[in-house]
């Protein structure tokens, strides 16, 4: 038996791709067996712990100009160490399936504010509960300061309701739109009066400013708490539904089938709504492998930095560069562009985020420079000579080091062109690169190319 | 090297397959044939401006009192008429306002409005009603209409990093370039080069399929954009502001005679649930001093009279404050609409009525597609009800 095929497309999708030597290990293995080592290696929760200190509690009144520009300039410092702490994090874990999942609840639950320890405890509140019950995870959501200082909560009480939270946890987080009225927005927003986080970053329920009336909540009438909404929200099936939805778009294919999400609402809901058994399900269905489902996903930005950095074992000297590469791309983790996370899909690609995607892997892989054969063009060997001519700059810039020899060696002896390049893209192999790919003759050359093409940018 | 590769690449040295065969007419043209070739301008305001608070109604005595702390003093704005003036941030617009070179349309939005930014966002975007969903955007449909100008993806240019649902179309899409060199050096790269040439033939609808064939029409629009942009420099002096850069490269752009006919930027940033003045302050300046800049610099450049600049935010907001001093989620608001050939210049029609609401919230006047009906037949030479999906009567700002 050889699963070469399913292993790969399963840790393409389930975590952010398999080394070489990975898959030559595991290609034997039954899906199901390779299903429960992923999750086996993820049982391990480790969060992140980048920054320790809440600037926002270094600020006084009448503080010297000089003094300001230091906090500021410290709160920078702060986000770049967190984003590309969580960039090492997902390029080097044995736990990929958590971090997968993280990424996806970081979207989902988007959020974006200048606080990096509030954005750090949302994140690890993400990654304890990635794999585990999601109601749990949408209460301890709720009570981060950091959702609760973005979506306004803070300001929601008694007498003037701040609706935005009640808004955005239906019709982002839970239910979806279609799926409740502007006056179930209204009621549940008083039921969120009170909630609130402290000082020290905790979350503390302020009965003061909460409104103890009677609230209607889907034709129900009575004093509810932020928790009974959010009891009586998941109660409902859409909710199951429409998780699943996004998660079918995220794991398994753009295009919904109904079916398919469907038969995962169904496990999601009868499993009270247990993460694990919805992702067993989704990568043990005969239908998750199928040919339509195999290599035609867009790659988020950072799923794309992160596959390379994990395969060609990349060490970056210059963190700033990481940082430089998710904004060309559109996707700078921490930073969703709006409440709604990105949209992902087609949305990444456009004419000049596509270039980069393109170019990047070779800029850091090799300093620029695609090596090409077709030396006639006069143009073309102006251009490689110019390459060439700024590789020093290109490699002082970036500062990133790929492994090159520990690449190479997972490589085993006597693999050829065509099985490197089958084994480097995700679409079914029947492109023209394939048939180019066997007339190289050096594997470095050959690996620029893979992943210089449309086809890498697909898991 | 392969034979067949030695010809292709001989072939290349012209530099004539990265220019596809229907693009050549409009290569040939000389900038003379250009004049009164009209140019759109979108300014997008992302997270619902506060128009009363923009332009702002303090001859009705209703907006200080639902407004207690965040209204602006009469003695503070720049008084347009007994009724409407503008908030003391956009300084720089009055001496665009006194030269008849603004207009302001009051109450404009939709029946059934979303409170939602993303979707009141994708509806002004798609052009859809309330309860519609659209995958394809105005302007997007618009270059799929196959006006005889329309065919390149350049004729709608995002000046960003992405592009916007507005500037997709179903065949056709827009496309975003934040610096025109910058695109050009990635497409000369000879391995990327060579893959455009070899795929011409092989797009399917998947998303593969989509990854060539944008990859194809950034080459052919790279090339032409980078080319005809540098002969021209700005001379005007632009904020340096994210949306001051945008509008210097737009003003590049149509000063250069680029054939692109609808420019798209956005500013975002005014979402204020809290601490309103400030924050709503800090980013009209932002957009008043770059408009302002730009329409100076294409009048001194003899383009004003050829350029239509609107600009529009999802909704406006509650008329009523919150207790945050801030506003909520609204409805109704203001498009401006800047020209040098407006027909109705100064405030197009009554200021908003702060009395009858619904739901605490203004009741449009204005349909936001007799706005987009009205440029799409008078500016851009199509028939509205075609981008439109039904014809709308249109007003008569231009």
């Known amino acids: 038996m050889n699963n070469f095929k399913q292993i790969k497309h399963l840790y393409a999708r389930a975590a952010f791709g398999i080394r070489f030597e990975d898959l030559h290990d595991h290609e034997h293995w039954s899906v199901k067996k390779a299903v429960k080592k992923l999750f086996k290696a993820s049982e391990v929760n480790e969060p992140l712990l980048a920054i320790d200190e809440n600037i926002d509690l270094r600020y006084r009144l009448n503080q010297m100009e000089e003094t300001r520009k230091q906090i500021q300039q410290d709160r920078n410092q702060q986000e770049k160490k967190l984003n590309t702490a969580w960039i090492e994090r997902m390029g080097t874990t044995d736990a990929q399936l958590r971090e997968k999942l993280t990424l996806f609840w970081h979207n989902h639950f988007a959020c974006n504010i200048g606080n990096s320890l509030y954005a750090q405890q949302l994140n690890n509140v993400e990654r304890k509960n990635a794999l585990g019950n999601f109601k749990t995870l949408v209460l301890e959501v709720s009570k981060t300061p950091a959702m609760l200082q973005f979506l306004n909560n803070q300001q929601n009480q008694k007498g003037h309701p701040n609706e935005n939270f009640a808004r955005e946890l239906m019709e982002l987080f839970t239910l979806g739109r279609g799926n409740y009225t502007e006056d179930d927005i209204k009621q549940s927003a008083r039921a969120f009066t009170g909630w609130a986080f402290d000082r020290n970053g905790e979350f503390t329920f302020r009965p003061r400013v909460h409104d103890e009336g009677e609230k209607t909540f889907f034709g129900k009438t009575a004093n509810f708490c932020g928790e009974d909404i959010i009891d009586t929200i998941l109660a409902r099936k859409e909710c199951a539904s429409f998780i699943s939805k996004k998660l079918y778009r995220y794991l398994v294919n753009d295009t919904i089938d109904e079916n398919h999400v469907k038969q995962m609402a169904d496990v999601f809901y009868n499993s009270n709504y247990e993460i694990k058994p919805l992702l067993e399900y989704i990568f043990t269905a005969d239908w998750f492998y199928e040919d339509k489902n195999i290599g035609n996903l867009i790659k988020s930005p950072v799923e794309l930095l992160v596959g390379l950095n994990r395969q060609f074992y990349i060490s970056y000297q210059n963190p700033d560069v990481l940082i430089q590469f998710q904004r060309a791309l559109g996707q700078l983790l921490f930073r969703p562009p709006n409440v709604a996370g990105w949209a992902g899909g087609r949305n990444w690609i456009d004419s000049s985020s596509l270039m980069y995607r393109m170019k990047i892997p070779s800029i850091i892989l090799n300093a620029g420079l695609i090596e090409f054969e077709g030396k006639a063009n006069p143009e073309d060997e102006a251009y490689l000579a110019a390459t060439r001519k700024q590789q020093l700059n290109v490699i002082k810039r970036v500062q990133a080091q790929p492994d090159w020899t520990k690449f190479m060696a997972d490589i085993p002896k006597n693999t050829s062109n065509d099985e490197i390049a089958r084994f480097m893209l995700e679409p079914v192999a029947n492109n023209l690169e394939i048939k180019e790919a066997s007339q190289i003759n050096d594997i470095k050359t050959l690996v620029i190319q893979l992943v210089s093409t449309p086809e890498y940018q697909l898991c | 090297m392969k034979r067949r ?205 989509y990854l060539y064939k944008t990859m194809i029409e950034t080459y052919s629009s790279a090339d032409y954009i980078q080319k005809t942009a540098k002969t021209y420099q700005v001379k005007a002096d632009y904020p340096a502001t994210g949306l001051g850069n945008q509008l210097k490269t737009v003003s590049k752009f149509i000063n250069s005679g680029l054939q692109t006919r609808v420019y798209y930027v956005s500013l975002s940033g005014f979402d204020t649930h809290t601490g309103q003045q400030a924050q709503q302050g800090r980013q009209l300046k932002i957009y008043a001093d770059a408009v302002a800049a730009f329409i100076k610099d294409l009048k001194q450049t003899d383009k004003l009279d050829d350029t239509l600049v609107m600009t529009f935010s999802e909704f406006g907001r509650r008329v009523e404050q919150n207790a945050s001093n801030g506003t909520d989620h609204g409805t109704a608001n203001n498009v401006l609409i800047y020209g040098g050939k407006l027909k109705k210049a100064g405030i197009y029609n009554p200021a908003p009525d702060l009395v009858n609401l619904n739901q605490g919230d203004l009741q449009y006047q204005v349909d936001f597609r007799d706005v987009y009906a009205t440029v799409l037949d008078k500016w851009l030479d199509v028939n509205n009800s075609q981008i439109l999906n039904k014809q709308f009567a249109g007003l008569d700002f231009v």
């Open chain 2, 5 to 209: 590769d030695f010809l292709r690449n001989t072939a290349l040295v012209s530099g004539a397959y990265l220019i596809p065969a229907f693009l050549k007419p409009f290569e040939a043209l000389a900038m003379n044939d250009l004049t009164g070739f009209k140019n759109l301008v979108i300014i997008q305001l992302s997270g619902g401006n506060d128009g009363l608070n923009t332009v702002i109604p303090y001859g009705n005595d209703v907006y200080y009192q639902k407004r207690k702390t965040i209204a602006v003093n009469p003695t503070d704005l720049i008084k347009l008429d007994d009724m409407q003036g503008l908030n003391p941030n956009l300084a720089a617009l009055k001496e665009l306002y006194d030269q008849g070179w603004m207009s302001i349309i009051n109450s404009v939005g939709y029946p059934n409005p979303d409170r939602s930014h993303f979707r009141s966002m994708d509806i002004w975007q798609t052009g859809s009603e309330a309860n519609q969903f659209l995958s394809t955007g105005w302007i997007g449909r618009y270059l799929d209409s196959n006006c005889q100008t329309c065919k390149n993806p350049y004729t709608a240019i995002e000046v960003d990093d992405t592009l916007s649902l507005a500037m997709k179309g179903l065949t056709k899409k827009g496309i975003a370039v934040q610096d025109p060199n910058k695109l050009f050096q990635t497409t000369r790269e000879p391995f990327f080069k060579d893959m455009v040439h070899a795929h011409q033939d092989h797009l399917n609808e998947d998303n593969l399929g």
